[in-house]
């Protein structure tokens, strides 16, 4: 074939392969929503509870969006049609026993694809924006304040119902689980807390075990109820007059009080308050490290994710592409043996660029496969040519008279 014929052969199977797209795509826009949610769930996943959302600038660009969705969803699906017409375009040039390959390319190219797209969103993206998204340090103490603060609601449940020795167990539980290492004190503080914040807090906690305590312990000493009540109400017009050391002093005098309701449990009623100070501090605290919030628009997490993941297919492709590459006669195992050294290098260095994190692990995730997958390419260049040497010997054979 000509220079001419070889561009009009190129020029149909694009045609082809635009024509695949652009049906699929349109099929896909159908089912664009769902779609935009399934490939978004590790990004959201890594985000606090409250603010798993993302947000959009313009008034067209969900639209957008998800129209890019449909078009990258068309892509992905014609990825057998695309292989398909890749070995029509090589296979003119091949011999016919080596066109018999057709079939097992279009299906394993296709897998390959398939493998890539999920490691990268079932392994590599997790980890990944959990890194990006979230501080260790951060998520530690949250993971401890959200136990303790279920545990300290069930201490509050047992004061309801007058058990109050089980109240004081769980709460010691509690506490002693929300501290680093058990002895009383929480980490220190990279950030210094709000006041306010804790202050609110610590109203907060005082409230719930004054209603626990009423119902469950307080039908004798309803004076002694009263007068704790009284001691909140002088905590609370202190914090609105920002007089936060009067403040905590109302309430642990509202506390002391309440111990004074059931005299034989006072340190199982202290130990919950104790607790629920400590909660309070806790969530200071926390709020003050996470002065920093996430904001993500749709448009640049779906057009990350989907970079990821079609950087992660075209990888697993590299085999599949290096053993065309050694039927067709292009590259040779000798050549790649000898700069196998420089390939290792080239996939670091293409690792680091496309990995949007600087750590070990993530770099790690897009490395390894990388260099596992031109290995398993090198291997494979390497034995179609010893087949095709073994071949090449057996017919320059001369039969025995």
């Given at each position: 074939m000509s220079l001419v014929e070889h561009l009009t052969e190129l020029r149909s199977r694009l045609f082809k392969c635009t024509i695949a797209v652009f049906v699929l795509g349109t099929v896909s826009l159908v089912f664009a929503k769902p779609i935009f949610g399934m490939l978004m769930r590790p990004v959201l996943d890594a985000l606090p509870p409250e603010g798993r959302s993302l947000i959009y600038t313009s008034g067209i660009e969900e639209i957008n969006v998800l129209m890019k969705v449909g078009v990258y969803c068309g892509i992905f699906l014609t990825t057998p049609v695309i292989l398909w017409q890749i070995w029509g375009f090589v296979s003119p040039g091949l011999y016919p026993e080596e066109r018999r390959y057709a079939s097992p390319f279009v299906v394993l190219g296709s897998v390959a694809f398939l493998t890539g797209a999920m490691f990268c969103y079932f392994v590599v993206l997790p980890s990944m924006f959990k890194f990006l998204l979230n501080e260790e340090d951060t998520m530690a103490?949250?993971?401890?304040?959200?136990?303790?603060?279920?545990?300290a609601?069930?201490?509050l449940r047992f004061l309801r119902v007058g058990d109050a020795e089980r109240a004081g167990q769980l709460a010691k539980q509690a506490s002693t689980a929300l501290t680093a290492a058990g002895d009383g004190q929480l980490d220190a503080p990279q950030v210094v807390p709000s006041a306010s914040v804790e202050m609110a807090a610590r109203l907060e906690g005082l409230g719930k075990l004054v209603d626990a305590v009423a119902s469950g312990l307080g039908s004798?000493?309803?004076?002694?109820?009263?007068?704790?009540?009284?001691k909140?109400?002088?905590?609370?017009?202190?914090?609105?007059?920002k007089d936060f050391v009067a403040a905590a002093t109302a309430m642990?005098?509202?506390a002391s009080l309440l111990a004074g309701v059931a005299p034989t449990h006072s340190e199982e009623l202290a130990g919950v308050w104790k607790l629920e100070k400590e909660l309070a501090e806790g969530h200071a605290r926390n709020q003050a490290e996470r002065w920093t919030r996430p904001m993500l628009t749709?448009?640049?997490q779906l057009s990350l994710v989907l970079l990821l993941i079609l950087a992660f297919g075209i990888i697993f492709e590299m085999p599949l592409v290096m053993a065309v590459l050694g039927i067709v006669g292009v590259v040779q195992s000798r050549w790649l043996f000898r700069y196998q050294r420089h390939a290792f290098v080239v996939c670091l260095i293409a690792a680091a660029v496309i990995t949007p994190t600087g750590d070990v692990v993530n770099l790690s995730l897009m490395a390894g496969p990388m260099l596992m997958c031109y290995e398993l390419g090198v291997l494979a260049v390497w034995l179609i040519e010893k087949r095709r040497s073994k071949a090449a010997a057996t017919t320059d054979i001369a039969p025995v008279p």
């Open positions: 103490l949250e993971e401890r304040l959200d136990t303790a603060k279920l545990t609601d069930d201490a004798q000493a309803r004076g002694v109820l009263k007068q704790a009540v009284e909140r109400v002088e905590a609370v017009e202190a914090f609105g007059k642990d005098a509202s749709m448009d640049e």
